[in-house]
């Protein structure tokens, strides 16, 4: 999972990117509306967290020229709670609203349900056939007992889950899971994918030569 | 609320008062022209009456007209016969006259020969004018006060004579008139009429005149309650309209109307007061959620580098970092609360007629900044005067100090912040200029207002909150005096501070 975040004040940029490291988010971070708006539309995110207050453009603009082109979800941020400022960020296209200061375990929450909500998914929990991925606990079950996977392992088992039935190319997933450049590290997919289809059952990622994995 | 209380309730018992006042002023004089006109008709009547009565009375024959019309004129008697003989006829019903005093004489023997025993002898056509004493009638007095002939009944009173003249008086005896005159020779005339008609015609005028009055007072009432209502309509709209603005929709406004008209100009004040009001409550609106709005930034900070940390087992060291971070947001907030309560208490003070040296202000606050100007490799020099100033001088001190400090900032390395001083009688100036960047043309017109930074991000992370220049702004307004900005980005900003000169000084 690749997640922007365009916060103005260093500090905070540092500290939101850190904690969505943690919890697993690839995260670029940029600290200008402009620069902002073109990482946004030069790559591909599955969230958006962004400041109103923006030097360069603010978040507003943003958004609005984001939204011409690209579906994103965005989660903006802003110090103003006065209601229209909420209706105008709901109207203009975010997917959802937080006042600072915020509660990082919201913010979390809040950007787990705004991804979910994208992909279609409306509760935390994606079921595959015998297996679950607990979304919220970050956690992959198989006939209820739950299954060691590794960071890495369980990221690309998510990023799949949420795109179920679509081919996910191996750049793809470099970029969005890994944070890596596809180049340098070729085969370290496959060697997750290996592990992951031994630990689960063989059959739940399928490859299709050349082209990427999917589940079906 | 009583109807008195209202303005139209008093305005119309006033208007009802007046207009009663008039209309029965009006009424009063109109009954009384009507009635002196019913009378004079009358009294001539009655007037011309009693004069022919009067003659006839005095029991003069044909000739006599010689005694009673024409005394002076003495005899000539055939002449005078000639006129009455045309009247003959007339007479005839009352035999003619009385012979015994045909003969002429004299005026004075006239009142020797006070006619007592005379035979009142009327002419029938006269008789038919004085009435039958039903209606209309007639009385003659002997002198001293005995009848000598009446038809009315009863007799009226005889009149008491006033003044000794022959003038024909007037009086009133029920609803009778009588006209009445005493002749040369004392005799008492008199001719009566009943007036009743009359009265009670004046009577129906009065009534009348009574329910026209009552009419137009109606018709007034119902006009000046139009009137009030009409007049008194917009006054009702504005007390509508200031409710509803005194209950926060400040963007409301009075409706003028005509601009010229009294309540127009009310309205045109009103509205002008009201604008204040809008625009000191934006200000206000705007500068809380600016204020909030730099608070909330630290604390969030604050609370994101704690949640951060604490979500798992850390090293020492990133502890350590995490508590540093929230230490600077910490010591962010309590300068900016600093500097809010300084702009608020400053923006509350009224200036107190105190005074200070600016000299000696500019060295303090020169001396206090010292480190600053040392590490920021910026040269500081003066041309300074001594002069006594009127303000405080903690307020002027915080302006030389916000405007040095910000002259340093803005400066590099190397560059030069000078600052001097010019006077006249009235105004010193004190001139901050540097050699630093300058700012934009767009920025220029802004930097006054709180909050306003021209570069966001670096001010802000360097714990600058766009507050110190509009403090500045505030204390010399607080002081009377004036600031002012001129620059040229690139090579340098020019701050001119104006304070008046204390007279007693000069």
């Given at each position: 999972?690749?997640i922007?975040?365009?916060?103005?004040?260093?500090?905070?940029?540092?500290?939101?990117?850190?904690?969505l490291?943690?919890?697993?988010?690839?995260?670029?971070?940029v600290?200008?509306?402009?620069?902002?708006?073109?990482?946004?539309?030069?790559?591909?995110?599955?969230?958006i967290?962004?400041?109103?207050?923006?030097?360069?453009?603010?978040?507003?603009?943003?958004l609005?020229?984001?939204?011409?082109?690209?579906?994103?979800?965005?989660?903006?941020?802003?110090?103003?709670?006065a209601?229209p400022?909420?209706?105008?960020?709901?109207?203009?296209g975010?997917?959802?609203?937080?006042?600072?200061?915020?509660?990082?375990?919201?913010?979390?929450a809040?950007?787990?349900?705004?991804?979910?909500?994208?992909?279609?998914?409306?509760?935390?929990?994606?079921?595959l056939?015998?297996?679950v991925?607990?979304?919220?606990?970050?956690?992959?079950?198989?006939?209820?007992?739950?299954?060691?996977?590794?960071?890495?392992?369980?990221?690309i088992?998510?990023?799949?889950?949420?795109?179920?039935g679509?081919?996910?190319?191996?750049?793809?997933?470099?970029?969005?899971?890994?944070?890596?450049?596809?180049?340098?590290?070729?085969?370290?997919?496959d060697?997750?994918?290996?592990?992951?289809?031994?630990?689960?059952?063989?059959?739940?990622?399928?490859?299709?030569?050349?082209q990427?994995?999917?589940i079906? | 609320?009583?109807?008195t209380?209202?303005?139209?309730?008093?305005l119309?018992?006033?208007l009802?008062?007046l207009?009663?006042?008039?209309l029965?002023g009006?009424?009063?004089?109109?009954?009384?022209?009507?009635?002196?006109?019913l009378?004079?008709?009358?009294?001539?009547?009655?007037?011309?009456?009693?004069?022919?009565?009067?003659?006839?009375?005095?029991?003069?024959?044909?000739?006599?007209?010689?005694?009673?019309r024409?005394?002076?004129?003495?005899g000539?008697?055939?002449?005078?016969?000639?006129p009455?003989?045309?009247?003959g006829?007339?007479?005839?019903?009352?035999?003619?006259?009385?012979?015994?005093f045909?003969p002429?004489?004299?005026?004075?023997?006239?009142e020797?020969?006070?006619?007592?025993?005379?035979?009142?002898k009327?002419?029938?056509?006269?008789m038919?004018?004085?009435?039958?004493?039903?209606e209309?009638?007639?009385?003659?007095w002997?002198?001293?006060?005995?009848?000598?002939?009446?038809?009315?009944?009863p007799?009226?009173?005889?009149?008491s004579?006033?003044?000794?003249?022959?003038?024909?008086?007037?009086?009133?005896?029920?609803?009778?008139?009588?006209?009445?005159?005493?002749?040369?020779?004392?005799?008492?005339?008199?001719?009566?009429?009943?007036?009743?008609?009359?009265?009670?015609?004046?009577?129906?005028?009065?009534?009348?005149?009574?329910?026209?009055?009552?009419?137009?007072?109606?018709?007034?009432?119902?006009?000046?309650w139009?009137?009030?209502?009409?007049?008194?309509?917009?006054?009702?709209?504005?007390?509508?309209?200031?409710?509803?603005?005194?209950?926060?929709?400040?963007?409301?406004?009075?409706?003028?109307?005509?601009?010229?008209?009294?309540?127009?100009?009310?309205?045109?004040?009103?509205?002008?007061?009201?604008?204040?009001?809008?625009?000191?409550f934006?200000?206000?609106?705007?500068?809380?959620?600016?204020?909030?709005?730099?608070?909330?930034?630290?604390?969030?900070?604050?609370?994101?580098?704690?949640?951060?940390?604490?979500?798992?087992?850390?090293?020492?060291?990133?502890?350590?970092?995490?508590?540093?971070?929230?230490?600077e947001?910490a010591?962010?907030?309590?300068?900016?609360t600093?500097?809010l309560?300084?702009?608020?208490?400053?923006?509350?003070?009224?200036?107190?007629?105190?005074?200070?040296?600016?000299?000696?202000?500019?060295?303090?606050?020169?001396?206090?900044?010292?480190?600053?100007?040392?590490?920021?490799?910026?040269?500081?020099?003066?041309?300074?005067?001594?002069?006594?100033c009127?303000?405080?001088?903690?307020?002027?001190?915080r302006?030389?100090?916000?405007?040095?400090?910000?002259?340093?900032?803005?400066?590099?390395?190397?560059?030069?912040?000078?600052?001097?001083?010019?006077?006249?009688d009235?105004?010193?100036?004190?001139?901050?200029?540097?050699?630093?960047?300058?700012?934009?043309?767009?920025d220029?017109?802004?930097?006054?207002?709180?909050?306003?930074r021209?570069?966001?991000?670096?001010?802000?992370?360097?714990?600058?909150?766009?507050?110190?220049?509009?403090?500045?702004k505030?204390a010399?307004?607080?002081?009377?005096?004036?600031?002012?900005?001129?620059?040229?980005?690139?090579?340098?900003?020019?701050?001119?501070?104006?304070?008046?000169?204390?007279?007693?000084?000069?």
């Amino acid at each position: 999972m690749k997640i922007l975040v365009v916060e103005d004040e260093p500090r905070l940029l540092y500290n939101l990117s850190r904690a969505l490291r943690e919890e697993g988010y690839v995260v670029e971070g940029v600290p200008r509306g402009d620069e902002g708006l073109h990482q946004a539309m030069e790559q591909d995110f599955d969230a958006i967290v962004l400041d109103v207050m923006l030097p360069g453009l603010d978040g507003w603009e943003v958004l609005e020229r984001l939204r011409r082109k690209k579906e994103t979800p965005v989660l903006m941020l802003t110090a103003r709670d006065a209601l229209p400022d909420r209706v105008r960020g709901l109207d203009a296209g975010a997917d959802d609203y937080l006042v600072k200061p915020f509660d990082l375990p919201e913010l979390l929450a809040r950007l787990r349900a705004v991804i979910r909500r994208h992909a279609g998914k409306g509760s935390s929990v994606i079921e595959l056939g015998d297996t679950v991925v607990d979304l919220k606990r970050r956690q992959v079950l198989r006939d209820g007992e739950g299954v060691s996977l590794t960071a890495r392992e369980y990221a690309i088992v998510e990023f799949l889950a949420m795109h179920r039935g679509r081919l996910v190319t191996r750049t793809e997933l470099y970029e969005r899971v890994f944070d890596e450049n596809a180049d340098t590290l070729s085969n370290v997919i496959d060697v997750h994918v290996f592990a992951i289809r031994k630990k689960l059952r063989p059959d739940l990622i399928v490859t299709r030569r050349g082209q990427g994995y999917c589940i079906e | 609320m009583k109807w008195t209380d209202s303005i139209r309730g008093r305005l119309l018992l006033w208007l009802g008062l007046l207009l009663a006042a008039v209309l029965s002023g009006f009424g009063m004089a109109a009954y009384q022209l009507q009635r002196t006109q019913l009378f004079a008709g009358m009294d001539e009547e009655l007037a011309e009456l009693v004069s022919q009565l009067s003659q006839e009375a005095r029991g003069t024959p044909p000739s006599g007209g010689r005694e009673g019309r024409e005394p002076g004129f003495g005899g000539g008697g055939p002449g005078e016969r000639m006129p009455r003989d045309r009247e003959g006829p007339d007479r005839d019903g009352f035999g003619g006259f009385d012979e015994p005093f045909g003969p002429p004489g004299p005026p004075p023997d006239f009142e020797d020969r006070s006619p007592d025993d005379r035979e009142l002898k009327i002419s029938s056509e006269l008789m038919k004018r004085l009435g039958d004493g039903q209606e209309a009638g007639f009385a003659v007095w002997r002198r001293g006060g005995t009848l000598r002939g009446s038809n009315l009944i009863p007799v009226p009173n005889y009149p008491s004579r006033a003044g000794h003249d022959t003038l024909v008086r007037f009086r009133h005896r029920g609803h009778w008139r009588e006209a009445y005159h005493f002749t040369e020779i004392g005799e008492c005339v008199l001719v009566g009429r009943d007036g009743s008609e009359e009265i009670a015609e004046l009577h129906r005028a009065g009534i009348r005149l009574g329910l026209a009055g009552v009419g137009v007072l109606a018709i007034g009432l119902g006009g000046g309650w139009w009137l009030a209502t009409r007049s008194l309509q917009p006054i009702d709209e504005m007390s509508r309209t200031a409710r509803r603005i005194s209950e926060g929709r400040l963007s409301e406004r009075v409706p003028v109307g005509s601009p010229d008209s009294e309540l127009g100009r009310l309205a045109t004040v009103m509205n002008t007061t009201f604008d204040r009001l809008e625009s000191a409550f934006d200000r206000q609106r705007q500068f809380t959620a600016d204020a909030s709005h730099e608070l909330r930034t630290p604390l969030t900070l604050m609370i994101s580098e704690a949640q951060t940390v604490l979500s798992r087992d850390r090293a020492a060291a990133d502890y350590r970092e995490a508590v540093e971070q929230c230490l600077e947001a910490a010591v962010r907030m309590r300068d900016l609360t600093a500097s809010l309560l300084q702009l608020a208490r400053i923006e509350g003070e009224l200036g107190e007629a105190s005074t200070f040296e600016l000299r000696a202000c500019v060295r303090t606050e020169i001396e206090a900044l010292g480190p600053r100007i040392e590490s920021s490799g910026v040269r500081v020099d003066t041309d300074l005067l001594e002069v006594v100033c009127l303000g405080d001088a903690i307020r002027a001190g915080r302006v030389v100090a916000n405007l040095l400090g910000n002259a340093v900032h803005h400066t590099p390395p190397g560059g030069r912040v000078v600052l001097s001083m010019e006077r006249d009688d009235v105004f010193v100036v004190l001139v901050v200029e540097d050699t630093g960047s300058g700012i934009a043309a767009e920025d220029l017109p802004h930097i006054f207002e709180r909050f306003y930074r021209a570069d966001k991000v670096r001010s802000r992370s360097e714990g600058r909150f766009g507050l110190g220049l509009a403090i500045c702004k505030a204390a010399m307004e607080a002081d009377g005096g004036s600031i002012m900005v001129s620059s040229k980005p690139g090579s340098g900003t020019r701050f001119e501070v104006r304070w008046k000169v204390d007279e007693a000084e000069c």
